[in-house]
Every structure is written in structure tokens, then in C-alpha cells.
């Protein structure tokens, strides 16, 4: 009798203990699916957006679009794999690229050997540098002023006066709402036209998206808190996480020259970081990858909602991370960072309140990547909470004595 009994006993364990492994890995699972953030249709396909300015340094590469409430200034030689929108003015300096097209409510203002692949539409001047090129069309609300040995492959409009400098092309017509100032040896593919009743199209309107990337932000927090990372402690040594919901109470800090190491054990999933206060990325350090894939999600959600916090992120000079980082504040990195998305995504920023600016030769994204309507929407976020390890016993314990009752009936 007492030999079944301890039979019984040891059966009973056994179905616990393979109960248990059952929820676990069903959790874990549940837990890592990944998700994609909302931006909503007004930030879709975006890189970066900031409520404030977007300064990018020298030599400074941006894979994607990027979009500003106020100004965009690109440095000598800096590139935009897409497109630039400026609520106010956009600069490029001296040889700075765009391969999208550039919208602006004000100035549009090109440093000599600047290229444009695209269209240019500025809402008061443009005024090209000598030998830059744009490949698209050039419409200006006010006066178009171009400088000597400029290409322009698409039609020239303005709203008021048209300036033309030596040896310039233009393979479209060229068209001026008042009077035509035309250089020696310029040659024009089409007509020029002075006094043309030609409409000068308008550039997008940026509206500020404060309140949309704010609650995008609460969104994610509301998530839940996770795992605690302790302030003080995390990221002073090299790092580990596997996928699942982080959060700080106060700021979180990767030390210099330290390696987070997210390790995604090979199936898709999402690390998701709710920062209190703010992020920094100290020089050198790095994110690294391991076994992630290509449909997971990196999201860092710096809510600066601790008292008397600005919810800002940094990146020293060298640091390295990946994902997309929600800033209340601003974003600042220093000479050769990087932000990166996973496989051919962009990744990016976005300041909700405030400023973006790039130190020299930073890297966001790569050539050729992705965001927006290749991303899935978080219309959908959804991320199933893990159970706490008691809420799994006494789930366990529940199909337990479930297995107990219907082993009771059989005798």
C-alpha cells in the first residue's frame, strides 16, 4: 500500500513538473512575439522627427527620411538616403546629399557641389550653390537664385524672379513670376519664360507631432514595468538581455567601452526599455545582436516622466546602439555613433519636445533601409504579459489537482 502510495506520489511530481514546463515555454513565448510602435500615418516611413531643429555633422549618413518641425541642416558632405521636410528652412553644406526629395515652408538653401536626386519645393527662396545639382524639378514662392555651373534635370518656377549664374543646364523649362536674370553660356533644354502665370506649388505643411509621439510613448509604458534595471548598477559591466520589458525609476547608463548583449535565442522578439529619466550611451559603448531576427523590435521609450527629469538621450562619441529610441527631450550623439535598426530596417529617432543633433561621421540606418509601411503598424501592439512566478504555481497547482480528481474517479 505504502509502495503505491509513494508511486502515486512521485507520478503526481512528475505531471507537475511537466505542467510547469509547459506554461513556462508558452509564457516566454507569448512574452517575446514581437511588435511594432504606432506612429500613426503623419510619421510613417520616418527616420527621424524632431518637434525642434535636426542638425547633422559632417560626413554624417541618414539611411532614411527625416522630418522636422522647425529647420534641417545638413554639414559638409552629410547624406539623406530619402527625404527632407523642414517646417521652416533646409541647408546643405558644401558636397551634402539628398536622395529623396527636400520640402520646406521657407528657405531652401544648397552649399556648392550639393546633389539632389529629387524635387525641390521651398516655400519663399532657394538659392543653389555653384556646380550643385538636382535631378527634379525647382519651385521657389518668392525668388530662385543659382549660382555658376548648376544642373537642374526638371523645370525651374518662381514666384517672383529667376537669377542664373555662368554655364548653368537646365533641362526643363525655366520660369519666372516677374523678371529672368540668365548668366553667359547657360542652356536651357526647354522654354524661359519671364512673367509666367504659372502657380508655384506648395510644400507639405510639418505640423508639430508632440502629442502623438507622447502618446506613443505612454502606450509603450502602459505595457508594463518588467524587469527592473537598477540605475545605479546596470551597465557598468557588460551586459545580457534576452527579450522581454525593462524599466528603470531613474536613468539607465551603458558604461564607457561597455557591450549590451541582447540575445534573442534565434526567434522573433521585442526588448522594450521604459527610462524614467534619461539614456546615455557613453563612449564606445555598444548594443550588440545575438541571434536576433530581422522581425524583432528595439524599443527605447526615454519617458523623462521622473520629477524634474528633461527625458533626453545621449550618445558619446563611438557608441553604437540599435532600435528606435522615443525621446520626451532631445537626442544628441557625438562623432562616429551609430543608430541602427535590425536586418534592413532603419531604425531611428524621435524627439518628442525638442532637438536632434548628430556629431561628425554618425550613421543612422544604412543605404537602401526601410521604415513606415514595411514596418507592421502598432495599431496592433500587443505583447502578452509573462504570469509572475506565483501566478505560474498556482496555475500549475490548479491543473494538479485537476490531474488528482480525474485520477480519483478512475479508482
Known amino acids: 500500500m505504502l509502495n503505491a502510495q509513494l508511486y502515486e506520489m512521485v507520478s503526481n511530481l512528475k505531471l507537475i513538473n511537466s505542467i510547469l514546463c509547459i506554461v513556462v515555454l508558452f509564457a516566454v513565448s507569448d512574452a517575446q512575439a514581437s511588435f511594432q510602435p504606432l506612429l500613426g500615418s503623419e510619421l510613417n516611413n520616418q527616420s527621424l522627427y524632431a518637434s525642434g531643429y535636426i542638425t547633422m555633422g559632417a560626413r554624417t549618413t541618414i539611411g532614411g527620411n527625416i522630418q522636422s518641425a522647425t529647420a534641417i541642416t545638413l554639414a559638409a558632405d552629410a547624406i539623406v538616403g530619402g527625404n527632407v521636410e523642414a517646417g ?126 507622447m502618446s506613443v510613448q505612454q502606450d509603450i509604458k502602459d505595457m508594463g514595468t518588467g524587469t527592473e534595471l537598477v540605475s545605479t548598477t546596470f551597465g557598468t559591466n557588460d551586459e545580457t538581455l534576452e527579450a522581454g520589458i525593462y524599466s528603470t525609476i531613474n536613468y539607465l547608463t551603458i558604461a564607457i567601452g561597455k557591450t549590451l548583449t541582447l540575445d534573442g535565442k534565434g526567434i522573433d522578439g521585442s526588448w522594450i526599455f521604459n527610462i524614467a529619466n534619461y539614456l546615455t550611451f557613453s563612449a564606445n559603448s555598444t548594443v550588440l545582436l545575438k541571434d536576433v531576427t530581422d522581425n524583432s523590435t528595439i524599443i527605447w521609450n526615454v519617458l523623462g516622466d521622473k520629477t524634474g527629469s528633461a527625458g533626453y538621450t545621449q550618445l558619446g562619441a563611438g557608441a553604437e546602439a540599435r532600435g528606435y529610441i522615443f525621446a520626451r527631450g532631445f537626442v544628441q550623439t557625438g562623432a562616429d555613433s551609430m543608430i541602427a535598426g535590425i536586418g534592413d530596417d532603419c531604425g531611428g529617432a524621435y524627439s518628442a519636445s525638442n532637438f536632434i543633433e548628430f556629431g561628425a561621421d554618425t550613421v543612422i540606418g544604412k543605404k537602401d533601409c526601410t521604415n513606415g509601411e514595411s514596418r507592421a503598424s502598432a495599431d496592433s501592439i500587443a505583447v502578452t504579459q509573462v504570469p509572475e512566478p506565483a501566478t505560474l504555481w498556482l496555475f500549475a497547482l490548479a491543473l494538479f489537482g485537476l490531474a488528482i480528481k480525474a485520477q480519483r474517479k478512475k479508482t
Do not use: C, R
Open 88 to 213: 521652416t528652412a533646409v541647408t546643405l553644406g558644401a558636397a551634402a546629399g539628398v536622395d529623396g526629395y527636400i520640402q520646406s515652408t521657407t528657405t531652401v538653401t544648397l552649399g556648392a557641389s550639393a546633389v539632389v536626386d529629387g524635387s525641390i519645393i521651398a516655400g519663399t527662396t532657394a538659392t543653389i550653390g555653384a556646380s550643385a545639382k538636382v535631378d527634379g524639378e525647382l519651385s521657389a514662392g518668392t525668388t530662385v537664385t543659382i549660382s555658376a555651373t548648376v544642373e537642374v534635370g526638371g523645370n525651374v518656377l518662381a514666384g517672383s524672379t529667376v537669377t542664373v549664374g555662368a554655364g548653368s543646364l537646365f533641362g526643363g523649362d525655366v520660369d519666372a513670376g516677374t523678371t529672368t536674370t540668365i548668366g553667359a553660356s547657360v542652356e536651357i533644354v526647354g522654354t524661359l519664360t519671364a512673367n509666367s502665370l504659372k502657380m508655384v506649388a506648395l510644400p507639405t505643411i510639418v505640423d508639430s507631432q508632440e502629442a502623438l509621439i
